[in-house]
């Protein structure tokens, strides 16, 4: 088999090659990001690999079944960027990575929740300059606040036990009650009463048409003055600019983002030389309570062996005609 990769990075090339030992594909890596334009780089491939900013459109797709694509490997567990409808309608197989390590999203999403409460980012800087002081760096103790968890999948669950053992009360809510809740000792409540009651609020659900801008002005005038909202899952979940009025009248006061809606022109860049034309995401880095990460919460080496070894068992077992337990399918 033949695998173009696009998006590829150096820790993708450095894993996927380690991993592809024992199986000999073979492995091209390309920088860029799949689109309209750059579709025709997969000529005389069997599988294109793509990851969460690769635009999969039905044009996308309908070129690279000209240059011989037979299977769409994502190297992620959302789909959101497919056009399943189209694949299927092409006779595009799809497999993705349904779960690579919950621990590492679990783990980002509380990092995100200690930076912003003790301000440790602010602090580091001060102390860098020679500056001591301990003003503007108050925060509040975690233990006993209510957290409220949308989204109750393997990240959800693991983020909820974590943060019983920092001494929260945790609120979830999911379109299905998963079995586990009790056990985890977490309280399974309406989305409405979720909002009302949290102190943080922390997105673990998947981007779909029902879930696009969950966050949206109305939801956001629910939650408690003062909340901590936490997105580590898609951008899309949340309403940027009904969030930004949040964050100027007050009634959010800290963002911890590892997402953004609009982060496909920006995110896993360097664009460091470059003046950033996105006025929203500007906006955003504006505010002193917004800490923003570049969707790195995935990005452990847990994580990348992981995503790498089940992303080249999807494609053998399309290669040896052998049932896709990780085929995503139009619904």
């Not at 999948?153 to 299905?176: E, N, R, S």
């Amino acid at each position: 088999m033949k695998i173009t990769f696009f998006s590829a990075k150096p820790y993708d090339q450095q894993f996927f090659l380690k991993a592809n030992q024992q199986y000999g594909f073979e492995i091209n890596f390309l920088e860029a990001h799949l689109n309209s334009k750059t579709a025709v780089l997969a000529k005389d491939y069997d599988v294109a690999c793509v990851f969460v900013n690769d635009a999969v459109t039905a044009e996308v797709l309908q070129v690279l079944v000209q240059q011989g694509v037979q299977l769409l490997a994502l190297r992620c567990a959302g789909f959101n960027n497919v056009d399943l409808k189209a694949a299927a309608a092409l006779g595009i197989k799809v497999v993705r990575v349904p779960a690579y390590s919950p621990y590492s999203v679990a783990e980002h999403t509380l990092a995100l929740i200690l930076t912003l409460n003790r301000k440790t980012h602010r602090a580091y800087n001060r102390v860098k300059e020679g500056n001591f002081s301990l003003n503007g760096l108050m925060g509040f103790d975690l233990h006993g606040k209510t957290v409220g968890l949308i989204g109750l999948g393997k990240i959800g669950q693991i983020t909820a036990h974590i943060l019983k053992g920092f001494g929260c009360h945790v609120l979830g809510y999911d379109i299905a009650e998963p079995a586990e809740t009790q056990s985890i000792g977490l309280e399974f409540t309406s989305l409405d009463n979720l909002y009302q009651r949290s102190d943080i609020i922390s997105l673990h659900c998947p981007l779909t048409p029902a879930t696009h801008h969950l966050i949206n002005a109305e939801s956001i005038a629910k939650m408690k003055k003062g909340v901590m909202l936490i997105n580590t899952s898609r951008g899309g979940l949340i309403d940027t600019q009904a969030v930004i009025d949040a964050l100027k009248h007050e009634h959010i006061s800290y963002l911890g983002l590892d997402v953004y809606e609009e982060e496909s022109d920006l995110f896993f860049e360097d664009l460091s030389n470059k003046v950033i034309q996105d006025d929203v995401f500007m906006r955003l880095l504006s505010f002193n309570n917004v800490l923003i990460t570049g969707h790195q919460a995935f990005l452990t080496s847990n994580a990348l062996q992981n995503i790498a070894d089940i992303t080249l068992e999807n494609i053998l077992a399309f290669k040896n005609n052998n049932p896709l337990a990780n085929e995503v399918t139009c619904f």
